[in-house]
């Protein structure tokens, strides 16, 4: 592995806290989705984007 961290000049501490981030991002995006689903469905006539209820619809049903 210290060959790839080597090739692409990135140290392994600056790749693992990218990685730490990004999972955190994509955990906190998750949970957000979460909400707004549930919103959505106490507040049907409310209006969102298209592409995000059906990702919502998709994904938690």
């Not at 592995?1 to 990004?22: E, P, T, V």
């Not at 955190?24 to 989705?33: A, F, H, I, N």
């Not at 409310?46 to 998709?58: A, D, F």
Request: overall charge positive; glycine content about 4%.
């Amino acid at each position: 592995m210290n060959s790839l961290y080597r090739s692409i000049n990135i140290s392994k501490q600056a790749f693992h806290q990218k990685l730490d981030r990004l999972q955190s991002v994509k955990s906190e995006q998750g949970l957000l989705l979460l909400l707004i689903y549930q919103i959505r469905e106490d507040h049907l006539p409310m209006g969102i984007r298209g592409y995000t209820t059906n990702e919502l619809r998709t994904q938690y049903k």
